[in-house]
């Protein structure tokens, strides 16, 4: 069920894969204060994951008013998420940061739904 065929587990996927890049470009600037060289293309990757992860969202059916709700807060967390790293483009760290927060959010939701979907 975890194949291309699971919606939920493809969202989980893409958001994580997304939180993590974004993640690693936090870590830098923590470490160096800026985005290592080479590494400023992590921005646009990450960013089609959440779009990826979006369009994903777009075509799962919820089966309860609850898988609903979770599913309207996240492509909410989601399209904020996006709006902000097109605005930003090639960000600096204070835009990372708040980048990655957005993303931790985004894939606690995508958690969310997913436990929600299979604890049924």
């Known amino acids: 069920m975890a194949g291309t065929t699971c919606a939920v587990c493809a969202i989980h996927r893409l958001t994580a894969e997304g939180k993590g890049l974004l993640e690693g470009l936090s870590m830098a600037c923590q470490l160096t204060g ?41 492509r909410s967390a989601l399209n904020n998420l996006i709006r902000y790293m097109r605005a930003v483009g090639q960000a600096g760290c204070g835009q990372v940061q708040r980048a990655y927060q957005m ?11 997913a436990w929600m979907v299979y604890a049924r």
């Open 34 to 74: 800026g985005i290592p060289p080479g590494l400023g293309g992590t921005i646009p990757l990450a960013l089609q994951t959440f779009v990826q992860a979006d369009e994903t969202a777009s075509r799962f059916t919820p089966a309860t008013v609850e898988e609903s709700s979770q599913l309207l807060e996240l």
């Open 103 to 113: 993303a931790q959010q985004v894939w606690v939701s995508a958690y969310q739904l």
